[in-house]
């Protein structure tokens, strides 16, 4: 299975902008997928996720800035960032773990880079 993550760029602080992920290949059932992001000197940091049954969350610092859009098509997952801020600069990765049928997958994006200026 594979993501293609995009949406990166850059962008002055208080804009916005949406990431989207997909995963393609033999998704036979998803469980979740993930945002992640790593700044530079940081540890990765766990953005938002949704589950196979469509369950999402955001990080708590993170709320009301950063959603997920109702409606995602399956197997995919949008992040929309809004207010951004320099502090938000990070790549930005995908990740989804579930099932081909056959075996369980874990995989990762080739992340997408967020650059905010001030």
């Known amino acids: 299975v594979q993501l293609q993550a995009s949406g990166g760029g850059l962008v002055q602080a208080g804009g916005s902008l949406i990431l989207s992920c997909v995963a393609s290949?033999?998704?036979?059932?998803?469980?979740?997928m993930r945002w992640y992001r790593q700044a530079p000197g940081k540890q990765r940091e766990l953005v938002a996720s949704i589950t196979g049954d469509g369950t999402t969350t955001v990080a708590d610092s993170l709320k009301g800035r950063f959603t997920i859009p109702r409606g995602n098509v399956a197997n995919t997952l949008d992040l929309r960032m809004s207010s951004l801020s320099p502090e938000d600069t990070a790549v930005y990765y995908c990740?989804?773990?579930?099932?081909?049928?056959?075996?369980?997958?874990?995989?990762w994006g080739q992340g997408t880079q967020v650059t905010v200026s001030s």
């Open positions: 990740n989804a773990a579930g099932s081909t049928g056959d075996s369980d997958f874990n995989s």
């Open positions: 290949g033999p998704v036979y059932k998803l469980y979740v």
